[in-house]
């Protein structure tokens, strides 16, 4: 089986550009509900994801910042405690699954490091739950 079977396209995935808010981001975490978001630069090409936590501790260890003021906080200049790793659209199973034990999604890229989306975890762990006999 190869991975794209497991993807997630860019098209039906939130993420943030390099161009984003602080503001932002806590937006699009709070309309489509997850907590870590990839983030992408203006090539298209994946460059880390920003969690809630990153969020967090911006907000803790900046004085005078709140949520009234984090429009003024771009979200590539927030440091990002956890880097998730991506996978080639080319990779093997295993290379993603390994991944995958570790962090909720996997983002996946092309050979030029091009964001084509997401393989989550839940959609791998249902999948082997259906699928698997003894």
């Known amino acids: 089986m190869e991975i794209g079977f497991f993807l997630l396209p860019k098209e039906k995935v939130s993420y943030l550009t390099t161009s984003a808010t602080m503001k932002d981001a806590v937006e699009k975490l709070e309309a489509c ?4 978001i990839p983030i992408i630069d203006e090539e298209g090409k994946y460059i880390g994801t920003l969690s ?15 949520f009234e003021n984090m429009h003024e906080i771009p979200v ?4 990002k405690r956890i880097y998730n790793e991506c996978v080639a659209i080319t990779a093997l199973m295993d290379d993603m699954l390994t991944l995958a034990a570790d962090q909720n999604f996997v983002p996946v890229v092309d050979d030029d490091r091009v964001f084509l989306g997401i393989i989550r975890r839940k959609d791998i762990i249902e999948y082997y739950t259906r699928n698997i006999t003894d």
């Open 76 to 79: 590539i200049s927030i440091k």
């Open 52 to 66: 809630e936590g990153d969020i967090l501790w911006k907000l803790r260890g900046t004085a005078g910042l709140d």
């Open 33 to 36: 509900h997850y907590s870590a």
